[in-house]
């Protein structure tokens, strides 16, 4: 069985969002990117798959700056195998999943994968997700919102997530694309001397001439909202700050 | 403009999500159609019996008792085929996350996500959505015929309505063994329902760790409320999936709601902004929990919470 498991790097959102002067894009010149939080689940959830039923994970990500690292990551986690897909993103170029999905698409076209296991979100969905857009671009079945994952006989059986915490369980004939939302359990820790291990391998290419979508991203404009319009903010040292929250409990009969 | 909404229902019972879509619906313009899939006629009945729109789209089939992500889609699919309706409305849920970007490939229309705000403009939607967990706002220009994916919240619902003609549909859906329903899940409470607790204290990512929890937990402690987490909290395995709020977790109102480290992304948003009183307590002042929250803090919870629980002992 061959598992691809597509990772992303995506902005980290502890940090300030700054904009391009036109508002097209957050600019991206000195922003931290990190693993898109639910493809770390996805990649969990893969390697998890492999020491369960002995399948080969490929982990695949668009050619950027820390992909190769992402990847060698993903390789000391235990997948066996990372791949770039080459691919220019400049600014201007949209990274939408409706924008990339055909570009992703034609690389599993290539590794003709049984699974794809692929984040449930990114920040960035502007135009949709990019599971249910794989899975219309290569006519797999899929589901989304996944919290479990079980492999039988040509067939993935998942748990998919609803609101309220309900939940059902579906079989999926295979080849499949699943969105996850959480691994069977919590995304492992690596050593730093196992990153260090890998540090000289190469990650290699697909040959793959990658052509994007289209999506919207020409109308539309980002802006950064009012926040604090509702909120009163109690502000000062630590001490002022707990003894002002004490003040609003104890006025509205909590304390 | 004509409409396609999409229903979500759940043990005979229309989603509240979906009498805000009919809402919105209606005040883009109409006609209204709304799409029911149901495993019999009688349960699609049952349905339309709650909704306020022109016409129901039926569609009857055994694989659509339960909601199923490639079923569902095809008749989507079929809906909108027939129907050709100018915009189709769907609630951003996991069916929605599902069935959207399918159906925007099959009809080769153009989607836009995670929308809290709509209007018409001529022979085009001007859409506002909220992106990267909340921190920025996109306005985009729908052209038609397209699709959106709306917030639940984004519109007052009207509650039920009194019914509409049904049109019943026939749709080849895929066969079983493409997709099947296999057990239905309910919910996993291990004795604690937030749903009822009057006082919550929830810490999100920023907590650090499970062996952090003390903290929160004193406070919680001192304030007789019951500890909760947001979706990371209990993905990492620091809390129980019966603590976790937001969408795919509870949605509770309680009397108080003191966050820890919650950014607030619209998914926690989703569960929480209804409560009585809000108190938020982050590092980034561009967290979007202060846009809900009545009080506050940019803050170090850890230098904070001590200082507060020692206060109310």
């Known amino acids: 069985m061959k598992i691809v498991v597509i990772l992303r790097l995506e902005p980290v959102l502890t940090e300030e969002l700054e904009l391009t002067d036109d508002g097209s894009d957050i600019d991206r010149e000195w922003i931290g990117l990190d693993l898109n939080q639910f493809d770390d689940q996805a990649l969990e959830q893969a390697v998890l798959l492999k020491e369960r039923s002995g399948a080969s994970v490929v982990a695949l990500a668009i050619d950027s700056e820390g992909s190769e690292r992402m990847l060698k990551a993903a390789l000391a986690r235990g997948a066996d195998e990372g791949l770039v897909i080459p691919m220019q993103l400049e600014h201007g170029n949209s990274r939408s999943s409706r924008a990339l999905a055909p570009v992703y698409a034609s690389a599993l076209a290539e590794l003709q994968p049984d699974l794809v296991l692929v984040g449930v979100l990114s920040n960035s969905d502007l135009y949709g997700e990019l599971a249910p857009y794989l899975a219309a671009h290569i006519n797999f079945p899929q589901a989304s919102a996944v919290s479990e994952v079980l492999v039988g006989d040509g067939k993935v059986t998942v748990r998919q997530e609803y609101a309220g915490g309900r939940a059902a369980l579906l079989d999926l004939k295979l080849p499949a694309v699943v969105g996850l939302q959480t691994a069977d359990q919590p995304p492992r820790y690596v050593a730093g001397s196992k990153l260090r291990d890998l540090l000289n391998t190469e990650i290699p290419k697909l040959e793959l001439e990658a052509v994007p979508g289209a999506d919207l991203a020409e109308a539309t404009t980002l802006k950064v909202p009012e926040l604090s319009g509702n909120a009163e903010m109690l502000e000062g040292s630590s001490e002022d700050i707990a003894a002002a929250i004490h003040a609003v409990l104890q006025e509205k009969g909590f304390a | ?313």
């Open chain 2, 1 to 313: 403009m004509s409409i396609l909404v999409q229903v979500e229902h759940f043990g005979g019972k229309a989603s509240e999500s979906v009498h805000e879509l009919l809402a919105m619906a209606k005040s883009l313009g109409g006609p209204v159609d709304a799409l029911v899939c149901a495993g019999t006629a009688e349960a699609v009945a049952t349905i339309a019996a709650q909704l306020d729109a022109d016409t129901v789209v039926g569609v009857a089939d055994a694989r659509l008792a339960e909601y199923l992500p490639s079923a569902y889609l095809a008749a989507l699919n079929a809906a909108i085929a027939a129907r050709t309706p100018d915009v189709v409305l769907i609630s951003y849920s996991t069916a929605g996350i599902d069935l959207a970007a399918g159906a925007a490939v099959y009809s080769g229309r153009e989607l836009v996500g995670y929308v809290s705000e709509i209007a018409r403009t001529g022979n085009s939607l001007s859409v506002v959505s909220q992106i990267f967990g909340g921190k920025l706002m996109a306005k985009s220009n729908l052209p038609l015929p397209g699709i959106a994916v709306i917030m639940p919240g984004a519109f007052n619902a009207e509650g039920p309505g009194s019914g509409a003609a049904i049109e019943m549909l026939d749709v080849d859906l895929p066969a079983a063994e493409i997709m099947s329903h296999v057990e239905v899940l309910e919910p996993e409470s291990s004795g604690i329902d937030l749903t009822k607790a009057e006082r919550i204290v929830c810490v999100g990512r920023a907590i650090g760790g499970a062996n952090k929890l003390d903290v929160a937990e004193a406070l919680a402690g001192k304030l007789g409320a019951e500890i909760a987490g947001s979706r990371p909290v209990i993905d990492a395995g620091w809390l129980p999936k019966a603590r976790q709020i937001g969408k795919s977790g509870n949605k509770v109102k309680p009397k108080l709601y003191l966050t820890a480290g919650v950014s607030g992304a619209p998914e926690h948003l989703e569960g929480m902004q209804e409560s009585d009183l809000i108190i938020a307590l982050n590092l980034d002042e561009q967290a979007p929990i202060f846009s809900k929250a009545h009080y506050g803090a940019v803050c170090d919870m850890f230098d904070v919470l001590p200082l507060l629980t020692e206060k109310l002992s």
